[in-house]
């Protein structure tokens, strides 16, 4: 390589860890130093919006607007991204060229001084960021006082430590990529707690037609977590999804075969429906696409109400 290929990626130490991930992904696959390639951080709206939710301020792009301007100027040539943070419209000209090996998809609870969300006292504060978390630990118990929780990893376990929060919700990938799996009081199981659409999943988005990024891509990719993302991103763009829509999604792949169960809930908790759908994987996307369709019909118009 003649020049250093330049990642770029948000600048929070989860960001970084996984263009660190990236890059030793990219050194082992083509045998290339540390050299030959340079982590670019940038600056991006949603980081820098604290105060509140990323809905009112425009959505997930806010999280991949300033990368993706850099990879249209040219200052990075790909550009790292965790999965869920991704809008379901890529602007023309990207695409999203390769999925490293998903982490755990579940999410964490970290309590403060219990651990578990049933062993909450009634009525206290739990915070997050997230509508499908605040939606479903609202089904789970609608007594507590769900609060917005914005920041990175560190700055959410800091305001709990203060205790601005008895409790908090965080992927567990993330904790496992910044080896603070410990802080994790209790893992919630799929079944009731399902994941978002991409959780657990690094994504890498680059230019169309820059055929030797895309060889280097290649051989980093990893086929069965694409099939898996096609799937849960088609369901996503089926019903809109956005910061706005509290859904979960997640699919699974044995063989050639895939499994997706889908989930659509109001944001108080107290409605929602759900889809399970199989199919080749090879026609992934399709069977989202299907997926989100057939439980938007069921919902009816009326269940959307919610998220205008």
């Not at 799937?231 to 089926?238: G, T």
């Amino acid at each position: 390589m003649q020049t250093p290929l330049k990642i770029g990626t948000r600048a929070s130490l989860l960001a970084m860890a996984q263009a660190q991930e990236a890059r030793s992904r990219l050194m082992a696959a083509h045998g290339l130093p540390e050299e030959a390639f340079a982590i670019v951080p940038i600056a991006t709206t949603g980081d820098n919006i604290q105060d509140r939710a990323l809905a009112e301020a425009g959505g997930k792009g806010l999280f991949t607007k300033e990368l993706e301007d850099a990879l249209f100027d040219g200052r990075i040539d790909i550009a790292v991204h965790s999965s869920k943070d991704m809008p379901t419209q890529l602007p023309d000209g990207l695409e999203l060229s390769a999925f490293l090996p998903r982490e755990d998809v579940r999410d964490a609870f970290i309590g403060r001084t219990v651990k578990s969300i049933m062993d909450l006292p009634q009525g206290v504060r739990l915070g997050s960021s997230s509508l499908r978390r605040q939606a479903l630990i609202r089904r789970m118990r609608p007594d507590l006082d769900v609060v917005l929780f914005r920041g990175n990893v560190q700055t959410r376990l800091r305001k709990l430590e203060e205790g601005v929060a008895e409790g908090t919700m965080l992927a567990l990938a993330g904790l496992n990529r910044l080896g603070l799996s410990h802080v994790a009081t209790e893992i919630m199981p799929v079944e009731a707690f399902p994941p978002a659409p991409g959780q657990g999943a690094i994504c890498i988005e680059s230019r169309i037609g820059d055929e030797a990024v895309g060889a280097l891509l290649a051989a980093i990719h990893h086929e069965p977590t694409g099939r898996a993302l096609a799937c849960e991103r088609a369901f996503l763009a089926a019903l809109d999804g956005s910061c706005r829509t509290p859904i979960a999604g997640y699919a699974t792949l044995a063989g050639d075969e895939l499994s997706f169960n889908g989930l659509i809930i109001t944001p108080d908790g107290t409605q929602s429906h759900t889809v399970a759908a199989q199919g080749p994987a090879a026609d992934a996307a399709r069977i989202g696409a299907e997926a989100g369709a057939e439980v938007r019909a069921r919902a009816g118009e009326n269940f959307f109400d919610w998220w205008q």
